[in-house]
């Protein structure tokens, strides 16, 4: 049947091979390699270039992965709609986030109230999960800056600022804040290209012509963390990501407005979706709540 061979053809796109989607789909390897290729010899056509165990798609795959895309979410959303006229007490739930930090207090709230929708998780760089929802891979993003995009909604929910994030055997490690100028000539670990974190304090050191040098590039918060601890370089994260340690002290920039906004974010065309309505709402209230509590515990 075209649908078993078409979800076959999406698993194997979607995992990057065919190990990974077999396990996802709880088949054995040779039964969905057995499908794609029928798929592919069906039509006289290469879905993918395999290269030993790599898969990669040809211009054909990339154009069917578009059509899969619609017709799995199409898919998700008939049993969501299904589930919603008995509420939410079963369906799924695909996010996308930068990070797990304002995700985890969603998640666990919303799993509280609906403990029986499958909630799955995948953290990558906002450009990533931008990605992933164009893509049909993501009902939500938890995501940082983003570009303007008619086909995706976003709600902003929070703005924090860039600090500066020091080992213990650097001269700022006893500093409460310093300025942007002492930032020169300072040898940093950066993120990956898309980063929203590296994108704000890069903007800012272009537009004062402050020049850092460039260390070492990672695509991780905690392998940043790791190589500043080990005294590679001084580090960027937004406050709230940052995570007390002995050794590593966050450090305020006083004379700079560098910050993200963070936002939730999904495909325009889904806004009448149960399952992401409910999220997003409850996910603001979280928010609030989790803002009304850190405001209280200041004062106190």
């Not at 075209?2 to 040779?30: C, D, I, M, N, W």
């Not at 998700?76 to 799924?92: M, V, Y």
């Not at 570009?147 to 924090?160: A, F, L, N, Q």
């Amino acid at each position: 049947m075209l649908k078993t061979e078409l979800r076959a053809f999406h698993a194997v796109a979607r995992y990057g091979g065919f190990s990974r989607a077999a396990e996802a789909l709880h088949v054995s390897q040779p039964t969905l390699s057995t499908q794609v290729k029928e798929l592919e010899q069906r039509y006289e056509i290469e879905l993918f270039n395999r290269r030993g165990r790599e898969v990669h798609l040809t211009n054909a795959g990339k154009e069917l992965v578009e059509i899969t895309s619609r017709l799995v979410q199409a898919e998700q959303d008939a049993e969501n709609l299904l589930d919603s006229f008995r509420g939410l007490d079963a369906g799924a739930l695909n996010l996308a986030a930068v990070g797990p930090f304002h995700a985890t207090d969603m998640i666990v709230a919303f799993k509280q109230k609906y403990p029986l929708v499958n909630v799955e998780v995948r953290f990558g760089n906002s450009s990533r999960c931008f990605e992933s929802i164009l893509a049909y891979n993501a009902d939500v993003g938890i995501i940082a800056e983003v570009p303007s995009d008619e086909r995706v909604t976003t709600i902003p929910y929070s703005t924090h600022d860039v600090v500066v994030f020091v080992n213990s055997d650097h001269p700022f490690f006893n500093r409460e804040s310093i300025s942007i100028a002492e930032l020169t000539g300072q040898k940093t670990v950066r993120r990956e290209t898309g980063s929203t974190t590296r994108m704000a304090i890069e903007r800012e050191l272009d537009k004062r012509k402050i020049a850092i040098e460039t260390v070492l590039e990672l695509g991780s918060r905690e392998a940043i963390w790791k190589a500043v601890e080990q005294g590679l370089g001084i580090g960027f994260v937004a406050d709230f990501e940052f995570v007390a340690h002995p050794n590593l002290r966050a450090v305020r920039i006083a004379d700079a407005k560098v910050q993200t906004n963070y936002y939730l974010a999904f495909l325009t065309e889904r806004k009448d979706s149960r399952v992401v309505q409910t999220f997003c709402n409850d996910a603001i209230k979280q928010i609030k709540k989790l803002k009304r509590k850190k405001g209280k515990s200041k004062k106190s």
